[in-house]
């Protein structure tokens, strides 16, 4: 007669268990970052579409500079096999993120077609010849004089094909430079969350500087104070147009985002030549060679 019980333990076999709540001692702050700041999804639609009706042609040839880990690359060489990217940025921590979390998660097809590369967005080196660059989240405002914003499009125009198109982002309203703190709660999955804070710690209006810094807080526990800092100028939309006019661009056009009904955006961006008065918006700001 067999021994041993006929109770049975139940499993579920679907449920891995729940990671722990994130803290500042466990939390990667690139990580977080990526859940709160970016979303390379929508910003490679909107490349790919408005390169597409402005050239008559598709993009296949990105340079993504101030890349940090490559996340808009990595979404653009996923899509067709034809696409391929550059992805500048000048920190080696960044881009060993990158290659790990980015380039390394890609399916092994598209990986040989994006490039990480530690470089100088001034010195792309080999980077050149490309249907698109881009530079999002504001960071080509660490150029914070006319002749040094100046020379980054200069830059960017000889790297560009003959049709090639600059696509950068633009933040304006009049909390630009307001000193404030702004917070909001991001869901990092299964069940995990954590607060992502904007700091716009400092402005001075005689020179238009900034200094802003990213926080991250916990459910429980000390934030993550300072995770990342910039020190940038607050351009406005006409500043930077005429310098890109001067750098010998074509045409610039601002894409602003419609009106929701209820005081948000609907995400939705068109080219618009009159802006309204809002508190705070963001745009792309588009600029043509041909
Ligand atoms: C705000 S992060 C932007 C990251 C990414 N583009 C995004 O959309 O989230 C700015 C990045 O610019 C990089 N950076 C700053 N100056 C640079 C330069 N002169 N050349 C290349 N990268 C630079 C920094 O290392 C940092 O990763």
Same mark, same amino acid.
């Given at each position: 007669?067999?021994?041993? /019980? ?32 970016? @979303? ?6 909107? +490349? ?6 402005? /050239? ?8 993504? $500079? ?17 696409? %391929?990217? %550059?992805?500048? *940025? ?7 993120? =990158? ?26 080196? $080999? ?5 698109? +660059? ?8 660490? !150029? #914070? ?5 100046? %020379? ?10 003959? &049709?090639?198109?600059?696509?950068? *982002?633009?933040?304006? @309203? ?16 299964? =069940?995990?969350? !954590?607060?992502?804070?904007? *700091?716009?710690? $400092? ?22 104070? &300072? ?6 100028? +607050? ?9 890109? #006019?001067?750098?010998? !661009?074509?045409? /610039? ?6 009106? #929701?009904?209820?005081?948000?955006? #609907? ?24």
């Amino acid at each position: 007669m067999p021994t041993g /019980s006929t109770k049975q333990t139940r499993r579920s076999p679907s449920k891995p268990p729940r990671p722990p709540q994130l803290s500042a001692r466990n939390a990667d702050p690139f990580e977080l970052y990526t859940h709160a700041v970016q @979303g390379p999804d929508h910003e490679i639609d909107f +490349v790919t579409q408005q390169f597409k009706k402005l /050239s008559g042609r598709p993009l296949r040839n990105l340079r993504e $500079d101030f890349s940090g880990a490559g996340a808009s690359s990595a979404e653009f060489v996923k899509r067709n096999p034809a696409n %391929h990217a %550059h992805a500048l *940025d000048i920190s080696a921590a960044a881009l060993a993120w =990158g290659r790990k979390n980015t380039l390394g998660k890609l399916p092994p097809d598209a990986q040989p077609r994006l490039r990480l590369l530690q470089r100088n967005v001034l010195t792309p080196g $080999d980077a050149t010849g490309v249907d698109a +660059v881009l530079a999002m989240n504001f960071s080509y405002w660490i !150029f #914070d004089t006319r002749p040094a914003l100046l %020379h980054y499009f200069r830059t960017v125009h000889a790297s560009l094909a003959p &049709d090639g198109i600059l696509f950068t *982002d633009v933040y304006g @309203g009049y909390e630009s430079t307001k000193v404030m703190e702004e917070r909001r709660r991001i869901s990092a999955g299964r =069940g995990r969350w !954590f607060k992502y804070v904007w *700091d716009q710690a $400092d402005f001075d209006p005689m020179t238009n500087k900034a200094k802003c810094r990213i926080h991250f807080e916990f459910e429980k526990g000390p934030p993550l104070k &300072d995770a990342f800092k910039y020190q940038w100028r +607050v351009w406005s939309i006409p500043e930077l147009r005429e310098l890109l #006019d001067e750098a010998g !661009f074509k045409q /610039s056009l601002v894409y602003l985002e419609g009106d #929701d009904g209820k005081g948000g955006g #609907d995400g939705i961006f068109k080219p618009r030549t009159k802006g309204d008065p809002d508190a705070c918006f963001i745009g792309y700001l588009v600029a043509t060679k041909k």
